[in-house]
């Protein structure tokens, strides 16, 4: 292919080469001097014409990733705009030296749209409007026509749409009517099979009509598989999964999290009773619980709903399900073929009881199990592990304490049962009661509230802290026993509590020294010793309830915990492929895949090359912000535009009470200075926040739900908290002054 700058433009190259019509365009190296660009235009194109100026990087339009619309294009540009128009472009692109800019002659479309088309399956979809193209690339929407064997198969269209025009030199929204352009469709329909037929590969190609004429705008490798070989849709939703993995979440972590998932709930049905060739035949069920797309974790939830059908009473466990998730999604699916054996269905209760009477047992001795192994695991020599070494322990990890993780979903299981039970038709009262119950989080709070104390009361130890001086730190704790005594225990205990602590590429507070010394002299100055539950209930059921509740938040610490010791021995792995030249340095690790550390693989079979290109692709991952929950319908991925911002200030009143007070909004963690707000806003929490929520006198959350840690956190510390707010990060701002009920579920700004 022609030297051209980034994949769009080469892309566009050579179709113009191969006779398509294609809008006269150049492309430049987004470095070039503008003066020189001009020159370039003046040589090439018309000055008097009106430009598109689009973004040409080499990490768009490629074959495994499109990155369609996340970088910038700017569209009816005169002249003497350009500059300004190639400014706002070349900020948006990658900081990298093959980047490139295309100027192209901006067509004002009669009639325009995408096409993504597949010549071996001889399918087609269409995504048009009246006006430019610019509105149906956005997501807006659309007229719809689906083809199969080249013949449409059928359609999707509206009395009337809204859509984009170029009217007196610039672009106007309009309502127009719907257009049915029969002709036009038969004509990219055929255009475009000759360009899937000269790239040897499904396309996405984005066209316009003007004057009766077809201009082709740009063509790109299909990213994804656009059609799937069956009908059913999957259904992305990050509910509480967004708890344990905020954010942008690493290839290690990710894979990491998937295996957890499959190898978790495949025991957790055998233990259930459902038979292992369901299971082996189902596999593909288990292998995508989770997924993470475009850096995020999201539960797979077509495939939850198909593995609970496996088990007896679907629809209670349906149910349960959905409570326990926080899920968004409430779809029916035909689930039919996976339904549980008539063997199944009449051992399953008695098997349920069984589990019920000796569980509280079971559970206690898995408990020690997993205090025990951590226990064991921190006196392992991690710096010094060979490769063979670190994936022996990982292995010995896998096959022992989290075999028997399974057993922490049927404690879920249980609790989301009673509490399904135990919290209908109660009044609010009664329900503020239930949800009551003993945490570990607040036995975190004060320790660490009175390990801060008892540290700062040393003169050297606290200016160590000021100072953020590690060596100095450790120096004057080995002089104080008793200090060190009470550090030592809290970290035992709580080293794995921290933000964001199931990401393996987390630096835990052992290593973020700055971090640590922050939260210790902020806690230094509270004065405030947090009333822990006792779980006392009148009865029994509502008394099981808050035992299996409480336990769920003792197993996410112990979680956290063992997730460390991953990390831990990742670092090991990663230390010893810096030492063989196979990675730049340890942290390269976190961007290969579990599969490459754990010994499954060959060394010889491990791509170490996707380690620059994974970079390369989670740096822009952070530049956008997908969606809490979306479908994939026959098998078409949304476009992931953030579009339609939801204006409601309404959630759920996680717990009781209002607050008029100083905002601070924290999209990641970390500790703001003392009285400095009053409320939290953020979009996620996971259990790691807890030494921040304590610091706040209310609470919002955009994701999460009635019994996620945020809500549990914010009930046990006494403060109001409101949870599902969409958008609040971009409602609100720090500094802003803004009431929060808890009770009624709603949050306003406050006019100054």
Partial sequence: MDN?????????????????????????????????????????????????????????????????????????????????????????????????????????????????????????????????????????????????????????????????????????????????????????????????????????????????????????????????????????????????????????????????????????????????????????????????????????????????????????????????????????????????????????????????IFFDKIMKRFHKEVESTIADAAHWNYKELSIVKAQYYINFLLNGVIKKWYLTIENDTMMMTLYGKLSKGINKKSHQKLLDFKSVSTKQVNQLSLLSKELCKDIQIKKSLVEKNSNSFKKYMRQNIEAKKLFDSYINKFGGRFANESKLETSDINEDFESLSNLLLTYSTMNTHLKESENKSENYFESMFKKFASRREDFRLLRANMFGVFRRLSISIGNEYVRRGLIKNRDDIFYLDFEDIDGTRKMDDIDFSKINTRKKEYKFFKTFQPPSHFKVVNGIWPSFLDSNADHTNSGIGASKGQITGKAVVLEEFSIPEKDSFDILITRRTDPGWTSLMALSKGIVVEHGGILSHASIVARELGIPAVIGIKNACKKFKTGDTIFVDGDKGIVEAVSK
């Fill in 4 to 356: 051209h700058f980034g994949n769009k433009a080469n892309y566009l190259h050579s179709l113009k080469k191969s006779g398509f019509n294609i809008p006269s365009f150049i492309s430049v190296n987004k470095n070039e001097i503008f003066k020189v660009v001009l020159k370039k235009i003046e040589k090439e194109l018309n000055p008097k014409a009106f430009f598109a100026v689009r973004s040409s990087s080499g990490l768009e339009d490629g074959v495994k990733k499109s990155y369609a619309g996340h970088f910038r294009t700017e569209l009816g540009i005169r002249y003497d705009q350009l500059e300004e128009a190639w400014i706002k472009v070349k900020d948006a692109l990658p900081n990298d030296d093959h980047s490139g800019i295309i100027i192209q002659e901006f067509i004002p479309g009669d009639y325009s749209g995408v096409i993504f088309i597949d010549l071996e399956l001889k399918k087609a979809s269409i995504n048009a409007l009246d006006g430019i193209c610019k509105s149906v690339v956005e997501g807006w929407d659309c007229e719809q026509y689906n083809f199969s064997d080249w013949k449409l198969e059928n359609k999707y269209v509206k009395n009337s749409y809204d859509c984009l025009s170029f009217v007196k030199n610039e672009i106007i929204k309009k309502r127009v009517k719907s257009s049915l352009r029969k002709e036009y469709l038969k004509c990219v329909v055929e255009e475009s099979i000759k360009i899937a037929k000269h790239f040897k590969a499904p396309q996405d190609i984005e066209w316009t009509f003007k004057d009766n004429k077809l201009f082709i705008l740009q063509s790109r490798p299909i990213s994804r598989s656009i059609w799937t070989h069956s009908n059913d849709n999957m259904l992305f939703d990050s509910a509480n999964i967004g708890e344990s993995y905020s954010g942008i979440v690493l290839p290690l972590t990710s894979s990491f999290a998937k295996k957890l998932y499959k190898d978790v709930y495949i025991n957790s049905l055998l233990k259930s009773g459902v038979e292992e060739k369901k299971i082996i035949t189902n596999s593909k069920i288990f292998d995508e619980l989770i997924d993470a797309v475009y850096g995020r974790m999201y539960y797979r939830m077509d495939n939850w709903y198909r593995m609970m059908a496996m088990i007896p009473g679907f629809d209670r466990n349906n149910k349960n399900l959905k409570n326990m998730l926080s899920l968004n999604f409430d779809e029916k699916l035909d689930i039919s073929i996976y339904k549980p054996s008539t063997f199944l269905k009449l051992t399953y209760y008695p098997r349920i009881l069984f589990k019920f």
